[in-house]
């Protein structure tokens, strides 16, 4: 069992960057890849960025390459989502996802374990 809370949203401006951290619980944080998705108002839940459990490789969606990075450190459990140039688009819930499987992107159906969220509200 891996338990996952976010934390770091809030509102900013467009331009603007935010930190999104993900603390996870148990001793097994290591053995999975790790991901970040986004679910805006009445739109599917997207995938972001994902990390492997060494951290040595990632992937992010074009929507985000580039202004997004991933990264994990697992001494602490802790998974982030740095992310900068911030667009109105980028308006959305984030979750942090833990997903048994060693394939990077992860999507919604192969995660195992999600937190509960956190708001991102980006304005012009």
Known sequence: QVQLVESGGG????????????????????????????????????????IAWSGGTTYCADSVKGRFTISRDNAKNTLYLQMTSLKPEDT?????AADSGLILPVTPKRVDYWGQGTQVTVSS
Do not use: N
């Not at 993900?22 to 997207?46: D, H, I, L, V």
């Open 92 to 96: 959305a819930v984030y979750y942090c």
């Open 11 to 50: 509102s900013v401006q467009v331009g603007g960057s935010l930190r999104l951290s993900c603390a996870a619980s148990g001793r097994t944080f290591s053995r999975y890849t790790m991901a970040w998705f986004r679910q805006a108002p009445g739109k599917e839940r997207e995938f972001v960025c994902a």
